[in-house]
């Protein structure tokens, strides 16, 4: 199973040599978590003595574009984004815990976090012929 960022390309060079046509379809795939099965009843609460599995829970987003560059330009992607959701505490460790002090001690709250994912391709047309040539 693949996770993280992948990039998948097709290079295409202009009979000029001076263009390239990429098929790209990049991805992203992130890892949620982690979920238990069991395999002999199927739910999410094996009974003891089963044989039970952890299928992952990914959230994958996919993009497919078909562009022309030029030879060592650059391309940039973008499209990609994630919010992350999170409930933080935090608080004084002693009394944080004590009922009516824990008012003044501790707090709540929801954060909010946005990623975005921006790829760079840039190609670049190598003639083998000309590159032995210079090395020999």
């Known amino acids: ?11 295409i060079v202009s009979n ?7 098929e790209l379809r990049p991805s992203l795939a992130e890892l949620q978590a982690l979920r238990t099965i069991d395999i002999n009843t199927g739910n999410n609460n094996p009974a ?8 992952p829970w990914l959230v994958l987003q996919k993009a497919e574009t078909t562009v022309v560059v030029p030879d060592r330009g650059t391309l940039l992607i973008s499209g990609f984004k994630d919010i992350m ?11 944080e815990n004590i ?19 921006l790829i760079l ?11 032995e040539k210079d090395q020999y």
């Open 16 to 22: 000029d040599r001076k263009y390239v046509t990429l």
């Open 85 to 95: 959701m999170r409930d933080m505490h935090s608080g004084v460790p002693f009394l």
């Open 99 to 117: 009922p009516v002090l824990n008012f003044f001690f501790s707090r709540k709250g929801k954060s909010s976090e946005k990623r975005r994912l």
């Open 121 to 131: 391709v840039t190609p670049e047309i190598v003639d083998l012929a000309e590159r």
């Open 48 to 55: 003891p003595g089963t044989t039970v599995i952890q299928l």
């Open 1 to 11: 199973m693949t996770y993280g960022v992948v990039l998948d390309v097709r290079p």
